[in-house]
């Protein structure tokens, strides 16, 4: 014990060691840097998104909840909150109107806020509490629609309320089923009283729930197996397709990035434990010749690992902490909501990062170095290279595991290490190929190009591993270029700013043209009408779907509930044709829940419309854009099946704020028409998206860091063989400038091939990044084939003058004494 650590602090003093430390203290802190400050933003994620569904978790019921269910949430320690929906006329004076009313508990919202005015169609302002017993809050248009202002009261079933605020926004309106008529919230306290939920009333119960995450999660498994086919557990990732989407390829770049961060941590543990058994080599044939026995040596050695690992991982996980820190506070000005503190828990992965590396590249070494016989060690020019292949290949294993568990999955890791694996292939063939012919060419060499160009071949298998390094770490930075000037471009073009944020339901045949009017006036954007009947799918090939899918099976969604059925001539707006002919006498399905069904082209539907029954073979396939907001249906039929049937038209437009209260009001002389606003969650999606844009760029910039380290230590790692050349350069004459040209152009060459193989590589995965991650169609990158080589060629250039400096700077007698 005291034996190997005083052989350890001698390491330490004469910086042999020192390499492996970094590599260590990198790989540790950037890893936890990036997880801490992944982690804080998937909690700020969902916490934005709680705020639209008005708490951390949700159940919703066709059925009152159960009381066992409120029980076992109080054991846990949750904070509970009830909401029931429902449908109902509310009369003031003459006039009527029917609603959408909400009736909530004292507690509600457990998350977000509602926003209430006391002016028609005003901006509001945020209230964390609802309407006290005896009050309601009517939206603007419902109070528009009825002739009443603050103070007056209006009529809910059998009791009589008092309008006190006007409700602007109610947290979770936007996405619900029932949101689609004017709406009104009074507290639950009045529900009894106006006796209008009786046996057969179309209502929806919900319960919400917030607290800490470990809580919620068992009480997720505890009710989950209880849930019948009317109940459904909801997460504020599931909430909507479209937030749930975003939030979902947010997280995949998350993931990304942190899969770099280990990539990159890989590669550091490799350089230094490589240039740790070169730097050992000696000491090991001197204690074997002592006597040390190899159980003795592994004995020492694994000392020191256990105290170099202690360390390391140490310095690194303050630091990775300190970095996240310093990330988090440089993006909370542009943020919108403040960013939540990080969990301890995640460290793990940081350690686990830095015990893998160890364990995957510096053992192997470890065991070759000391099954070496002490004499063919002590013999001039001994060098160990023997199954290098073999030794990293169980090193990059490792990082794949590793990957594999941070992930959670196979996909992004089988991308990134296919990428890899082909990279180095072509890294092998193509520089064996280059450097050979750089040594035909520059046979006799006298000058400083031909002298850079020949000591490429001259030292092959360190270059070529070195050609491997350079062109990974430039790879990675690309693909994150990449990620952030295209992907997420194109993420945020998806979603353009006046993408509609209001769909118009219920609207009549004979009253298009005149709401054509208004928002023509207005100059507001809409999309086509869609005429629109409900139906039901009964049959598939001749079966029933209630003989397919029986009660203790669940349904896909196609055959769970009605339809919203649609005719058109044309595919329209956000959809996409990709299989069979549009125009053919057929169903056209969308591709999303033909998968789901799993239904194929020439399946025969029959569908209930009316009380009639409709036969219709899928003719035709479409892919749908749902984030576009446009009108967009899951089965379109032929005109024929359906243009006898009483249909009413639906469309959605875009609503600015300098024109809402304008179209609200112009919207009152159509009170049987509903309206559903998605705006909130339309404006969540982008912030999302803006903050991903924002954190990308720091994440970028610290894996970028990382990597120039990784750069400057692969460098070192060959540097004692450019410092004995250059020294026998300059005893034999050459001048300084010549010395230093020739390791430009050696360096240079490796940036430039590097470059250009990394530019290659980049693309390759970001299209596979874009096409099964991203869910995205594939685009060329023409950006990143120009900025590879110079990024190459500049860096590498710079960082292997700087490392390389003593050669032209040092007198020759000293370079020698120190080789």
Request: net charge neutral.
């Amino acid at each position: 014990m005291r034996f190997a650590l005083r052989l350890l602090l001698r390491d330490m003093r004469s910086g042999d060691i020192l390499t492996l430390i970094f590599a260590l203290i990198i790989a540790v802190s950037t890893v936890t840097a990036i997880t801490l400050f992944i982690d804080r933003l998937q909690l700020s994620f969902e916490s934005e998104s709680a705020s639209l569904m008005a708490a951390d978790r949700l159940i919703s019921s066709d059925d009152e909840i159960p009381q066992n269910w409120q029980s076992k949430a109080n054991e846990l320690g949750l904070k509970q909150a009830e909401r029931t929906s429902f449908r109902t006329m509310i009369f003031a004076g003459d006039n009527l109107q029917l609603s959408q009313v909400s009736a909530v508990t004292d507690l509600y919202p457990l998350r977000g806020a509602y926003l209430v005015d006391d002016t028609l169609f005003g901006t509001g302002t945020d209230d964390t509490t609802p309407p006290q017993p005896g009050k309601i809050w009517l939206s603007s248009r419902l109070a528009s629609l009825l002739g009443v202002t603050i103070g007056d009261q209006v009529e809910v079933g059998e009791t009589t309320l008092t309008v006190s605020q006007f409700l602007v926004r109610d947290p979770n309106a936007s996405s619900s089923a029932f949101a689609v008529s004017p709406r009104a919230v009074i507290n639950m306290a009045d529900l009894a009283a106006t006796k209008v939920i009786i046996p057969g009333s179309r209502v929806r119960y919900s319960l919400l729930l917030a607290g800490d995450k470990s809580a919620l999660d068992e009480y997720e498994t505890w009710v989950t197996s209880q849930l019948n086919e009317g109940q459904r557990w909801q997460t504020p990732t599931q909430k909507g397709e479209r937030i749930g989407d975003t939030i979902g390829k947010a997280q995949s770049f998350l993931l990304l990035a942190g899969t770099l961060a280990v990539i990159l941590s890989g590669v550091a543990m490799a350089l230094a434990s490589s240039r740790f058994v070169k730097r050992h080599l000696m000491q090991v044939a001197v204690l074997k010749t002592l006597g040390a026995t190899p159980r003795k040596l592994i004995h020492v050695f694994l000392i020191q690992f256990i105290v170099l690992f202690m360390l390391g991982a140490g310095v690194g996980l303050a630091i990775g902490w300190g970095l996240q820190l310093i990330i988090s506070s440089l993006l909370a000005g542009l943020m919108s909501t403040a960013l939540p503190e990080p969990s301890i828990s995640r460290l793990w992965l940081g350690v686990a990062t830095g015990f893998v590396s160890m364990l995957a590249f510096c053992f192997p070494l470890m065991q070759r170095l000391i099954k070496v016989s002490p004499m063919s060690v002590l013999q001039p020019g001994f060098k160990v290279e023997q199954n290098t292949v073999i030794i990293y290949g169980i090193g990059f294993i490792g990082m794949y595991g590793l990957m594999c568990l941070y992930t959670g999955g196979f996909i992004l890791p089988s991308i990134m290490m296919l990428a890899i694996v082909g990279i180095g292939i072509v890294v092998a063939l193509l520089g064996y190929a280059v450097f050979s012919l750089g040594r035909s060419l520059t046979s006799g060499a006298t000058s400083g190009w031909q002298i850079g160009f020949a000591a490429l071949y001259r030292r092959l298998l360190p270059n070529l591993f070195q050609l491997l390094v350079f062109t990974l770490i430039i790879m990675l930075g690309l693909i994150l270029v990449g990620v952030k000037s295209n992907l997420i471009s194109d993420w945020q073009q998806q979603l353009p700013a006046d993408a509609p944020n209001h769909y118009l339901f219920n609207v009549q045949a004979d009253q298009i043209k005149q709401i054509d009017q208004v928002t023509d006036d207005l100059g507001i954007k809409r999309s086509d009408w869609f005429p629109m009947v409900r139906g039901r799918v009964i049959t598939i090939n001749g079966t029933s779907v209630q003989t397919l899918y029986p009660e203790d099976r669940p349904e896909p969604e196609l055959f769970e509930r009605e339809l919203n059925l649609t005719w058109s001539d044309e595919v329209g707006k956000g959809s996409k044709l990709i299989e069979g002919d549009f125009a053919a006498d057929g169903l056209s399905i969308e591709q999303r829940v033909m998968q789901e069904a799993n239904l194929k082209m020439g399946d025969e539907l029959t569908l209930n419309i009316g009380g009639n029954e409709v036969t219709l073979p899928i003719t035709s396939v479409r892919e749908v854009d749902w984030g576009s907001m446009q009108p967009n249906f899951y089965l379109i039929l032929p005109k024929h099946a359906i243009a006898d049937y009483l249909a009413n038209f639906v469309s959605s437009v875009f609503i600015s704020q300098q024109n809402a209260q304008s179209f609200y009001k112009a919207m009152s002389q159509f009170p049987t028409v509903s309206m559903l606003n998605v705006g909130d969650l339309l404006k969540q999606v982008q912030t999302v998206i803006g903050q991903l844009s924002q954190a990308i760029q720091l994440v970028l910039l610290c894996i970028l860091s990382a990597g120039a380290l990784v750069l400057l230590a692969s460098v070192r790692s060959t540097l004692e063989e450019r410092l004995e050349e250059g020294a026998l350069l300059r005893v034999l004459g050459a001048k300084k400038a010549l010395v230093q040209q020739a390791l430009f152009v050696e360096f240079g060459a490796l940036g430039l091939f590097s470059g250009l193989i990394a530019a290659a590589g980049a693309e390759a995965c970001l299209y596979g990044l874009q096409v099964f991650l991203f869910k995205a169609e594939a685009s060329w990158h023409p950006l990143l084939w120009s900025l590879g080589p110079l990024i190459g060629v500049v860096v590498i250039s710079a960082i292997g003058l700087f490392a390389s400096r003593k050669v032209s700077s040092v007198p020759p007698m000293h370079l020698l004494r120190a080789v």
